[in-house]
């Protein structure tokens, strides 16, 4: 059975070829093809091991009333359930802050084997309402999963009471699993305020903040496991360094890229996180990273940070316009809470090799999106001779931001190598900046410096080490 990441790349073809056979009447289209799949309820899959925590998150942060279905259910009353929570008009109008009135939890043994996006109804659930896929490990059933796989939009995995998957999980006949109720509920209520956005989302990460670059092949071999696990440093310096306020998954870096294997990764990270928004990143080769430059398989794995609710989606802006169109369309008719990247890296030749006009374009590039779509962080990196390309890159991105469009809120603008690393400390004035960590196997690039090293360096030369930061502690009284 074929699932909506696995049909990505025909998606992102059929979008293009509508859009673009009525070039005119292109913006018309759109908007009233998103406004049929205006979100009207949400629809969550889970096993009863776990539906009453999420029933328990989902009232309190969703402010509306909740049915729970389980597995002893009436399958007819959980169907009704399911049509009345996303039914309604076909013409948007507002989304789930305004129309959620009410959020089922079905456990999947009640969605027929036969069910997939081509039957009426639960089409019109893949369709028409986000619909999130609770994994717990007291599922068992693959065909079973495999069909709710099939209508879900989104997915969340439960790690057990340790903070690394593990044995302890395994179902049993009694169902014997423990869980950690408040760890599932943080991690459940950060994948909730993606799926519906209008409640209210994550605060955005901008000037002043850090998103440390994860370069682990496999992140649970590197966190502590067992009930008295604590954050890893690379989440808050035990020494006294600044707090990261993102975490980036680069996800060429696992050991491999299957759906399967970033999921689990996610999970990891989320039960290590302490609330840190995360960033998906899938970087090429021929944009300094290792996954193979391959412009569909590229998208389809980025398509599964939408799907498993990252707050971040870093897109190169490298690849054809039409292919990075369609990828923002398809994102916004159902996965608006995660917010884009448009990036972009000169890896292949030096700063000093392109005129001004050139690099600030490239800001302006990384900012594009179709009508109705927005990029929210234009990121430029270029490749540094000497110290003086990372004031020209400063500049340019200073200057570009003048006419950029007012739905990207920050900028990065940064240098690899050693002398682009002023770069770096000049950035914390214009957007989230990309570091390093000593606890890390490696840097995600070249002069990639730790939080604490950029601070260091502003220090160093008579600047406030991060006048955002300071103004924030000040606020608390620190």
Not at 47 to 52: H, I, L, M, P, T
Not at 348 to 370: G, I, R, W
Request: hydrophobic residues 40%; aromatic residues 6%; proline residues 6%.
């Amino acid at each position: 059975m074929c699932t909506r990441g696995d049909s990505l790349s025909t998606t992102l073809t059929d979008l293009y070829t509508r859009y673009t056979e009525q070039q005119n009447a292109g913006p018309r289209i759109l908007a009233a093809e998103l406004a049929k799949h205006t979100p009207t309820g949400l629809v969550i899959i889970s096993s009863s091991e776990v539906s009453s925590i999420l029933a328990e998150v989902t009232q309190e942060y969703l402010k509306c009333a909740v049915k729970v279905f389980g597995a002893e259910a009436n399958v007819a009353d959980a169907v009704q359930a399911v049509v009345a929570t996303v039914g309604g008009s076909d013409s948007g109008s507002g989304g789930l802050a305004t129309n959620t009135k009410e959020v089922v939890i079905i456990h999947p043994s009640l969605i027929p084997s036969t069910a997939s996006e081509n039957d009426e109804l639960w089409g019109a659930l893949a369709s028409r309402s986000p619909t999130l896929l609770v994994r717990d490990p007291s599922l068992t059933d693959e065909a079973q999963l495999a069909v709710c796989e099939a209508i879900a939009s989104h997915e969340f995995e439960v790690l057990c009471a340790c903070a690394v998957p593990c044995d302890c999980g395994t179902a049993s006949s009694t169902q014997a699993v423990k869980y950690e109720a408040s760890q599932i509920s943080l991690e459940f209520l950060a994948v909730l305020r993606v799926v519906c956005p209008t409640v209210g989302a994550a605060p955005p990460i901008g000037p002043g903040s850090y998103f440390v670059s994860l370069t682990f092949p496999d992140v649970s071999s590197a966190v502590q496991a067992g009930r008295d696990w604590k954050p890893p440093d690379w989440v808050k310096d035990s020494k006294g360094g600044p707090l990261h306020n993102a975490l980036e998954l680069r996800t060429d870096l696992l050991a491999n890229q299957t759906p399967a294997y970033i999921r689990q990764q996610l999970a990891v990270i989320r039960r290590h996180s302490q609330g840190c928004p995360i960033v998906f990143t899938v970087r090429t080769q021929n944009q300094g990273g290792d996954f193979p430059d391959d412009e569909v398989a590229m998208f389809k794995v980025m398509a599964l940070g939408l799907r498993y609710g990252c707050e971040y989606i870093d897109m190169e802006c490298c690849w054809s316009i039409e292919s990075r169109y369609a990828f923002l369309r398809y994102k916004e008719s159902m996965y608006a809470g995660s917010r884009m990247i448009g990036s972009y890296h000169l890896v292949k030749k030096t700063l000093n090799e392109y005129s001004d006009y050139e690099v600030q374009a490239l800001f302006h590039e990384c900012a594009k999106a179709p009508e109705g779509c927005a990029i929210n962080i234009s990121k430029v990196v270029g490749k540094a001779r000497d110290v003086h390309c990372s004031i020209r890159i400063h500049q340019a991105a200073l200057e570009a931001k003048k006419t950029l469009p007012a739905t990207v809120e920050s900028i990065i603008a940064i240098n690899t190598t050693d002398p682009g690393r002023l770069s770096r400390a000049l950035n914390v004035m214009l957007g989230p900046t990309p570091v390093a960590h000593p606890a890390l196997p490696g840097k995600a690039a070249p002069g990639q410096l730790s939080a604490l090293e950029i601070e260091q360096v502003r220090t160093t030369l008579g600047l406030e080490a991060n006048p955002f930061q300071l103004a924030e502690s000040r606020k608390a009284g620190n």
